[in-house]
């Protein structure tokens, strides 16, 4: 997402809001909860770029000086997951909501 933003270019700033949402199953919440944390995405990137040589690696640590870490400023990180968006649709919409909530049984009765 930084990488389009720099390239767009948009300044992050300038967005009223942004966000980067993971939807998973309750079951594996924790876990991809743990993992868009700032610290450890910032931490991938960091090991990544770490992995690279010139002149490659002065670009893309001035990439994560600059746009990376605007945007890792800004940004919200949530985990959703699907059980309470399909309870949010049932609570407004019933039957689609019910709708939904068997299809999704479906697929993870089957996943």
Do not use: N
């Not at 700032?38 to 990137?45: D, H, N, T, W």
């Not at 040589?53 to 990376?68: H, I, K, M, R, V």
């Not at 945007?71 to 997951?81: A, P």
């Amino acid at each position: 997402m930084a990488c389009e933003l720099d390239l767009a270019p948009a300044d992050p700033a300038k967005f009223e809001s942004l966000g980067f949402y993971v939807v998973s199953p309750a079951k594996y919440a924790a876990k991809h909860e743990r993992l868009i944390t700032r610290e450890s995405i910032e931490r991938k990137v960091a090991d990544r770029i770490g992995r690279y040589t010139d002149p490659c690696f002065s670009a893309l640590e001035q990439w994560a000086a600059g746009p990376f870490t605007q945007l890792m400023g800004r940004i919200t990180l949530r985990c959703l997951t699907w059980e309470a968006i399909i309870e949010g649709i049932q609570a407004v919409a019933p039957r689609p909501g019910d709708a939904l909530a068997a299809f999704y049984r479906q697929c993870r009765d089957l996943s």
